[in-house]
Each structure stands twice: as structure tokens, then as C-alpha cells.
């Protein structure tokens, strides 16, 4: 594919050739450079960054690590001045301390992984190439894992929210594992608190495992140094995590938002579409194998304009509605779907749906199940009513012109193992390696319907394979994808995707893509850029001059850590690798064209 030039709109650039380089590679002709690093100062009294001297109070005054979600939000008409929001998902201690002793860590790495986790809020301007450079603001914010956050919602103030420190069960300090994202038409920011489950010491509690809260002690031993983090001390701590957060960048003052209406599990993300009528939908999917997708339906409408009273009142659009979870079904018989990832003989994975409700304000649709149940253990809800197990939703995304819902799903190599689910249409393969990529048509394309259409766009791996479906394009013309994440549009509306992982193809490095999916040259997949050695491609922000991409964890791989790093990436020689928001830009011309 390297010689050949894109015939689709928006997507002229020659492809990245699969490789395994200690570095982003980009298309020729194209720029690129670091905008922010981990520990680099974002307010003028913050400490320069120095890996040997780490403190909690510098890392709380500089950029966190394993930035996830990012959010370019434009501050004028023009985009040259913007504010980056980004997550921080999690802290890999043994890459962040030479000689880390995972069994006795300190107070003070343990401090900084808190300060280290969260978001950040940073300016950056926008030179006429598209160029980023961050800049001192007073609207640069960090956010950690003692922030204080406001519960909202039907499950704020309940029993099972309730803690020693916080008897009324609505505040909460700190946010954990941020991974996507969303921004919403109103300015603000979603955040998806995903796998929480392990800063938690577990007490066996058949709700907590469900969740995934299974160890004791835990592997970062938080529960030595904060009580909270224990839950035969706290047992509710854990409920005050793993929700959808909001926050508003443009008041560096306001307390972030826990919406408990949108449910609680592994979220990666939550991504809203405004109805005919002024409703807003959320849609967001729970990371792990053989989990659910889920929708929210707001009661209220979104009100347009801009300014501060405007957003107010749209911030609570996620306090009150209802809550609901897929049910996929497939058109084909279960008996051509045999788990090696062949089409069937209708030529398409695909069928149709239901969204079966939860819960709306008080009222609980799950037989067994109070409201507040529902909302708080909104996994077991979704057992309760038969919904569908997926192989790993990831990041949900509405196509802007035709409001189609992409949702990538990103691997799951327990389907077909023994005691586990097998293979289903809209999951096809067992052994499921790489992952696909489905497209929901909502009935009429009302965002507000309870049924939809759907089907598998992509079936992603290495386009050689006959297990591969790049929606019937000419796979000899394609780029090798694994393990789909992220999903974002460029203006054209073509799709991009960032992946993760973890080598999976042949220990190729991961990377951003892009496909169009409309027209003749719909399912031509191509690669834009690679990240360095260990590293997932996350965050895309796809603009008309600027692609931004977060690296995460360059340099995680087996066996690698501070004292035998696996990556030099981006300072090079000996250094320590630092996980980073890259921009890349073409000089005078706009991004694919
Ligand atoms: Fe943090 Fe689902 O990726
Ligand atoms: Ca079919
Ligand atoms: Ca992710």
C-alpha cells in the first residue's frame, strides 16, 4: 500500500508502512512534534520535570501521566487559541521510579501516582500550519485523585454512596482510570472512569467481583496509605468510582460532576447526540470482555448559545432520564456463524437490536432491583435482563452528517474458551485477537429510538487473513489493524481509528488509521502514523490542520521498566520514556488534502 495515494476526500496521504520503530512515524510530507510530555509544567511555579526527584506537590502542578482522552475545544472562531483537555488513565509505577519495590512502595510514590492521575486542562495556540505550543493560562487546571467531585443523579445521596468522610454520599474526592472521553455540544467534557476496580482492596463481596475487585492487597498497595482504598474499612468507596465525569475547562473553579444517571461500570467513554427535539442521547460502552453498550435518554432539552447560564443548565442535562442497555440480535442462522470468523451466507454480519430500559429517576424496570441498585450496579442490571455480551466495547461515536453509531470492539480472546460464551453475529470469532468495528443505525434515525440495525464495518487483523472483513473492500489494499479503540471524524466524515494492541499483529506498533465509510472506496483503511515501541495510539482529535494523537505507555512491554526501559521515546538517547500529545501538521496545506 506504501506508493499508493488515497482517491478519498480528506485522506491523500501516503500510508505508514507497518514497523516496529522506537518512534511516531508520520506520512511523508507531513510534521509532527511533542506538545506536552508527562511532567512538564503547566502553570509557572511548577517545577521543572526531574525523573529522579519526583514529588507529589510538583506532579499536582504538571502534566499527568498515560494521557488517554484528549479534546481540543477551540476558545475563538478562528481555533488559534484552544483549550487540550486531557485524561490521565492510569500510573505504571515500575516505569515512573528506578529501582520501584512493587511489595513496599512509599507514601511518597504513592502520593505522586495520585497527583499523577486525573486530567489536565492546558491552553495551546494554533500557528496558520496548524503548529501546537502550550501556553500559561489561568484556565490551566489539573484534576487528581483527590480533586473533589459532586455526585449528581438519581443515586447521589443513597446509602450505597455513603462513607465515612462522606455521610451525605455526594462527594467524592478524585477521579481514577479516565480513558476516552467525549465533548459535548455545550463545551464541557465527559470522561469515562473505566477500570477502577484495581486501586480497591476487595472483601469478596459477590458485587464487588463482578466488578472485577478481586485483589487484597492490591498491586499498588494504595490501601496501606488512605484507608478509602479499602474496602473491609470503606466498603462503599468503590461505588463512588466508575462513573461518567464532567467537567467544565472554560471555569477553572467549578467541582467536576459524577452522573450516576448514566450508570455505573467500566466506562470507556460517554458520546452525546442531540435528538429532534432537543433531547440528548449518551451512548457508552463498558470495557471488558463480554460486556454491555449502553444508552441514556435524557428528560430535559438542550438549550443553544453559548455562556455561562447556557452550560449551566446543560450540565444537568445527564442528571435526569433514562438508562438502557443493547440486546443484538443476528438475521443469520446461529449455524453459519461458527466462530472462525467466515461471513455468512447473507454476505454481512449484522441484524437488529432493542435498547431494554433500566431505570428512569426513581422507577426500576430490573425485576429485583431498586433504582438505586440499578444505577450502582448497573452490570448486574444488564445480566438481569439478557443483554448482550460483547467483545470489549471501546470508544462510541455518532457519524456527524448521517448520526450512524460507530462502536469499536476491541478483542476478546476469552470468547469460545471454555465456560465462556461463544461465538454470536454481532462477536463472530472466537479467539477473538483483533477485534471489529460495528455500525448501529437507530430506527428512522431517531437518536431517541428503542430499535436499531446493525452491522460489522470491519473485522480487524491482518487483511491477508480470511478472518478479515474491511466491509468488502479489496483487502490487498488495506493497512493490518488490531484491536480497534478510538473513534473520531474528520470534517469530510470519514472515520479514524486508534488502536491497542499490545502487539498483537506480529508485534507491529499501534497506530492512528482512517477510513472512509461511504462510497466506492468505503472500507479503504489506511494507516496515518505509528507510535513508538509499547505504546497504544489514543485520543484522536482530527482537525482541518492538526491531528492530535496521545501516546500512552511507550516502552510498556514485558519485562521492560525504569532500570531496563524499553523505549527512548520522545527525548531519545538514554532517557526515560514519557507518555506524551503529539501534533501533526503539513506546512501550508490542510490535513489529507
Ligand atoms: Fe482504557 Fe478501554 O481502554
Ligand atoms: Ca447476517
Ligand atoms: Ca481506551
Redesign the pocket.
Given at each position: 500500500t506504501g506508493a499508493e495515494r488515497h482517491p478519498a476526500r480528506g485522506l491523500d496521504f501516503r500510508p505508514v508502512e507497518p514497523n516496529t520503530l522506537d518512534a511516531v512515524v508520520v506520512p511523508e510530507g507531513y510534521r509532527q512534534a511533542v506538545v506536552i510530555r508527562w511532567g512538564d509544567p503547566l502553570f509557572p511555579d511548577a517545577p521543572a520535570f526531574d525523573f529522579d526527584r519526583q514529588t507529589a506537590a510538583a506532579q499536582a502542578r504538571q502534566f499527568g501521566y498515560n494521557c488517554?482522552f484528549a479534546a481540543l475545544l477551540p476558545l475563538d472562531p478562528t481555533g488559534r487559541t484552544n483549550l487540550l483537555v486531557t485524561n490521565h488513565?492510569?500510573t505504571g509505577e515500575p516505569f515512573m521510579f528506578r529501582g520501584y519495590d512493587e511489595a513496599n512502595p512509599t507514601r511518597g510514590q504513592v502520593e505522586v501516582a495520585w497527583a499523577a492521575h486525573g486530567l489536565s486542562v492546558l491552553r495551546v495556540d494554533q500557528d496558520r500550519d496548524g503548529r501546537l505550543t502550550p501556553r500559561f493560562s489561568p484556565r490551566n487546571r489539573r484534576i487528581t485523585a483527590t480533586t473533589p467531585f459532586e455526585l449528581r443523579g438519581p443515586a447521589a445521596g443513597s446509602d450505597l454512596l455513603k462513607t465515612g468522610a462522606d455521610p451525605t454520599g455526594t462527594r467524592v474526592l478524585g477521579t481514577l482510570?479516565n480513558?476516552?472521553g467525549g465533548v459535548t455540544p455545550w463545551g464541557t467534557v465527559l470522561s469515562g472512569e473505566?477500570?477502577f476496580n484495581q486501586y480497591f482492596a476487595a472483601t469478596g463481596d459477590p458485587r464487588e467481583t463482578r466488578y472485577g475487585i478481586k485483589d487484597n492487597p492490591t498491586t499498588r498497595k494504595w490501601e496501606r496509605f488512605d484507608e478509602r482504598f479499602d474496602l473491609a474499612r470503606e466498603p462503599n468507596e468503590a461505588n463512588r468510582f466508575g462513573w461518567v465525569v464532567e467537567l467544565d475547562p472554560h471555569d477553572p473553579d467549578s467541582t467536576p460532576v459524577k452522573h450516576t444517571a448514566l450508570g455505573r461500570f467500566?466506562h470507556?467513554c460517554a458520546n452525546i447526540r442531540i435528538a429532534g427535539d432537543g433531547r440528548v442521547v449518551a451512548y457508552s460502552?463498558d470495557?471488558e470482555r463480554f460486556e454491555y453498550i449502553y444508552k441514556f435518554i435524557s428528560r430535559k432539552k438542550v438549550r443553544r448559545g453559548g455562556g455561562r447560564s447556557v452550560r449551566r443548565h446543560n450540565m444537568t442535562l445527564l442528571d435526569e432520564g433514562t438508562l438502557y442497555v443493547a440486546r443484538f440480535t443476528g438475521d443469520s442462522p446461529p449455524a453459519e456463524i461458527d466462530g472462525s470468523g467466515r461471513l455468512p451466507s447473507d454476505g454481512r454480519f449484522d441484524g437488529r437490536g432493542e435498547w431494554v430500559p433500566l431505570a428512569s429517576g426513581t422507577r426500576s424496570f430490573v425485576p429485583g432491583m431498586t433504582a438505586e441498585e440499578v444505577y450502582v450496579f448497573t452490570r448486574l442490571a444488564g445480566d438481569r435482563v439478557g443483554a448482550t455480551k460483547m467483545d470489549?466495547p471501546?470508544?462510541i461515536q455518532t457519524h456527524p452528517h448521517t448520526g450512524v453509531v460507530y462502536c469499536a470492539l476491541?478483542n476478546n480472546v476469552d470468547r469460545g474458551k471454555e465456560g465462556k460464551e461463544g461465538a454470536t453475529e454481532p462477536n463472530p470469532r472466537v479467539d477473538n485477537k483483533h477485534g471489529q468495528v460495528l455500525e448501529l443505525t437507530e430506527r428512522g434515525g431517531d437518536a431517541l429510538a428503542l430499535s436499531f440495525s446493525w452491522n460489522l464495518m470491519l473485522v480487524c487483523g491482518d487483511p491477508a487473513s480470511p478472518d478479515t472483513y474491511f466491509a468488502g473492500y479489496d483487502k490487498s489494499r488495506v493497512s493490518p489493524i488490531s484491536s480497534p479503540?478510538n473513534v473520531a471524524f474528520d470534517r469530510h466524515g470519514n472515520l479514524w481509528i486508534s488502536s491497542?494492541s499490545g502487539g498483537a499483529l506480529g508485534g507491529l506498533n499501534d497506530g492512528l488509521y482512517a477510513v472512509p465509510v461511504a462510497g466506492r472506496e468505503r472500507g479503504h483503511l489506511t494507516a496515518f502514523l505509528t507510535v513508538p515501541r509499547g505504546a497504544?495510539t489514543?485520543g484522536p482529535v482530527i482537525g482541518e490542520r492538526v491531528v492530535t494523537v496521545c501516546v500512552q505507555h511507550p516502552g510498556e512491554v514485558d519485562g521492560a521498566s525504569a532500570d531496563n526501559p524499553a523505549s527512548h521515546w520522545p527525548d531519545g538517547g538514554d532517557s526515560q520514556p514519557r507518555p506524551s500529545v503529539v501534533a501533526v501538521w503539513r506546512e501550508g496545506r490542510r490535513i489529507g488534502e
Amino acid at each position: 500500500t506504501g506508493a499508493e495515494r488515497h482517491p478519498a476526500r480528506g485522506l491523500d496521504f501516503r500510508p505508514v508502512e507497518p514497523n516496529t520503530l522506537d518512534a511516531v512515524v508520520v506520512p511523508e510530507g507531513y510534521r509532527q512534534a511533542v506538545v506536552i510530555r508527562w511532567g512538564d509544567p503547566l502553570f509557572p511555579d511548577a517545577p521543572a520535570f526531574d525523573f529522579d526527584r519526583q514529588t507529589a506537590a510538583a506532579q499536582a502542578r504538571q502534566f499527568g501521566y498515560n494521557c488517554d482522552f484528549a479534546a481540543l475545544l477551540p476558545l475563538d472562531p478562528t481555533g488559534r487559541t484552544n483549550l487540550l483537555v486531557t485524561n490521565h488513565e492510569y500510573t505504571g509505577e515500575p516505569f515512573m521510579f528506578r529501582g520501584y519495590d512493587e511489595a513496599n512502595p512509599t507514601r511518597g510514590q504513592v502520593e505522586v501516582a495520585w497527583a499523577a492521575h486525573g486530567l489536565s486542562v492546558l491552553r495551546v495556540d494554533q500557528d496558520r500550519d496548524g503548529r501546537l505550543t502550550p501556553r500559561f493560562s489561568p484556565r490551566n487546571r489539573r484534576i487528581t485523585a483527590t480533586t473533589p467531585f459532586e455526585l449528581r443523579g438519581p443515586a447521589a445521596g443513597s446509602d450505597l454512596l455513603k462513607t465515612g468522610a462522606d455521610p451525605t454520599g455526594t462527594r467524592v474526592l478524585g477521579t481514577l482510570n479516565n480513558c476516552a472521553g467525549g465533548v459535548t455540544p455545550w463545551g464541557t467534557v465527559l470522561s469515562g472512569e473505566e477500570n477502577f476496580n484495581q486501586y480497591f482492596a476487595a472483601t469478596g463481596d459477590p458485587r464487588e467481583t463482578r466488578y472485577g475487585i478481586k485483589d487484597n492487597p492490591t498491586t499498588r498497595k494504595w490501601e496501606r496509605f488512605d484507608e478509602r482504598f479499602d474496602l473491609a474499612r470503606e466498603p462503599n468507596e468503590a461505588n463512588r468510582f466508575g462513573w461518567v465525569v464532567e467537567l467544565d475547562p472554560h471555569d477553572p473553579d467549578s467541582t467536576p460532576v459524577k452522573h450516576t444517571a448514566l450508570g455505573r461500570f467500566k466506562h470507556e467513554c460517554a458520546n452525546i447526540r442531540i435528538a429532534g427535539d432537543g433531547r440528548v442521547v449518551a451512548y457508552s460502552g463498558d470495557d471488558e470482555r463480554f460486556e454491555y453498550i449502553y444508552k441514556f435518554i435524557s428528560r430535559k432539552k438542550v438549550r443553544r448559545g453559548g455562556g455561562r447560564s447556557v452550560r449551566r443548565h446543560n450540565m444537568t442535562l445527564l442528571d435526569e432520564g433514562t438508562l438502557y442497555v443493547a440486546r443484538f440480535t443476528g438475521d443469520s442462522p446461529p449455524a453459519e456463524i461458527d466462530g472462525s470468523g467466515r461471513l455468512p451466507s447473507d454476505g454481512r454480519f449484522d441484524g437488529r437490536g432493542e435498547w431494554v430500559p433500566l431505570a428512569s429517576g426513581t422507577r426500576s424496570f430490573v425485576p429485583g432491583m431498586t433504582a438505586e441498585e440499578v444505577y450502582v450496579f448497573t452490570r448486574l442490571a444488564g445480566d438481569r435482563v439478557g443483554a448482550t455480551k460483547m467483545d470489549r466495547p471501546e470508544d462510541i461515536q455518532t457519524h456527524p452528517h448521517t448520526g450512524v453509531v460507530y462502536c469499536a470492539l476491541s478483542n476478546n480472546v476469552d470468547r469460545g474458551k471454555e465456560g465462556k460464551e461463544g461465538a454470536t453475529e454481532p462477536n463472530p470469532r472466537v479467539d477473538n485477537k483483533h477485534g471489529q468495528v460495528l455500525e448501529l443505525t437507530e430506527r428512522g434515525g431517531d437518536a431517541l429510538a428503542l430499535s436499531f440495525s446493525w452491522n460489522l464495518m470491519l473485522v480487524c487483523g491482518d487483511p491477508a487473513s480470511p478472518d478479515t472483513y474491511f466491509a468488502g473492500y479489496d483487502k490487498s489494499r488495506v493497512s493490518p489493524i488490531s484491536s480497534p479503540d478510538n473513534v473520531a471524524f474528520d470534517r469530510h466524515g470519514n472515520l479514524w481509528i486508534s488502536s491497542d494492541s499490545g502487539g498483537a499483529l506480529g508485534g507491529l506498533n499501534d497506530g492512528l488509521y482512517a477510513v472512509p465509510v461511504a462510497g466506492r472506496e468505503r472500507g479503504h483503511l489506511t494507516a496515518f502514523l505509528t507510535v513508538p515501541r509499547g505504546a497504544e495510539t489514543c485520543g484522536p482529535v482530527i482537525g482541518e490542520r492538526v491531528v492530535t494523537v496521545c501516546v500512552q505507555h511507550p516502552g510498556e512491554v514485558d519485562g521492560a521498566s525504569a532500570d531496563n526501559p524499553a523505549s527512548h521515546w520522545p527525548d531519545g538517547g538514554d532517557s526515560q520514556p514519557r507518555p506524551s500529545v503529539v501534533a501533526v501538521w503539513r506546512e501550508g496545506r490542510r490535513i489529507g488534502e
